[in-house]
């Protein structure tokens, strides 16, 4: 079974619906922060900043440790260096892997075509649309005229049309997705807010049970964790509360 059909419509169905992004400047920190989470429970993100810092290895040492990762580098390149980069990525052995949507539809296409090739399991391959930090005055300022929701739509239409499995969308379009693109289409949602916490940079947010209830299949949660007194308690409630 591929990793895609583990993904998707029945997601709500399963466990490790939490994702938690470990934006750490060291492999320790981020390892440190793993010894408290429990893989059984959630799996765990590899952003920009603690790939950058700490490169392959701490990819590979959440993994002997038993987490499934997702590696979010967001490649966003021409065709040819943005699939061999995602061929990378699933040579590490990855459980899911981004692109930016707005790379195009050759780029995720050629993206999607290399793990064909890839030994063993392919990662989940998803597209982000519009980053959760920004809103529709931040899509103004690029030119863009449409409403976030519109802009989302269409390129989620646009990943969902060059093959891949999902998207990467806040909770608020999640329902949308389902609706208009089939309840197989992966969602994952970052911006997730507990009530009462701090938005920080985040623009679109839900809270953990608003983003189950619109059909969101993963939520990427991070500082509400990380930053938290006490990060293992702070997961575990926010299982709780959506289980
Ligand atoms: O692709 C992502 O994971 C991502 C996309 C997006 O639109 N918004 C977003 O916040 N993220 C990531 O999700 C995480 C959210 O972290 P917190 O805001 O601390 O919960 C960060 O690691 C972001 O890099």
Not at 158 to 181: H, R, T, W
Request: overall charge negative; hydrophobic content about 45%.
């Amino acid at each position: 079974m591929s990793n895609s059909s583990l993904a998707g419509g029945n997601a709500s169905s399963a466990t490790k619906q939490i994702i938690v992004a470990l934006d750490y400047d060291c492999a320790q920190d981020a390892l440190a922060m793993g010894k408290l989470l429990d893989p059984s429970q959630c799996r765990v993100k590899v952003g920009k900043e603690l790939f950058t810092a700490a490169g392959p290895a701490v990819v590979e040492g959440l993994q002997t440790m038993g987490f499934e990762v997702f590696l979010d580098l967001k490649f966003h390149d021409i065709p040819n260096t943005c699939a061999k980069a995602v061929k990378a990525a699933a040579e590490l052995g990855v459980w899911m892997v981004n692109v930016h949507a707005s790379g195009g539809e050759k780029m995720m296409a050629a993206a999607k075509d290399v793990l064909t090739g890839v030994s063993g399991r392919a990662p989940i391959l998803i597209g982000v649309t519009v980053l959760t930090s920004m809103s529709g005055d931040d899509l103004a300022s690029l030119g863009l005229t449409v409403s976030t929701e519109q802009q989302v739509m269409k390129l989620a239409a646009l990943v969902q049309k060059s093959g891949l499995d999902g998207v990467v969308c806040s909770a608020q379009e999640a329902q949308q997705i389902k609706q208009q693109l089939g309840r197989d289409f992966v969602t994952v949602t970052p911006g997730i807010r507990p009530a009462g916490s701090d938005a920080n940079d985040q623009v679109r947010i839900t809270t953990p049970e608003q983003a189950i209830s619109m059909g969101s299949d993963y939520l990427v949660v991070g500082r509400p964790i990380t930053q938290a007194p006490e990060p293992k308690l702070a997961c575990q409630q926010i299982i709780s509360s959506i289980s």
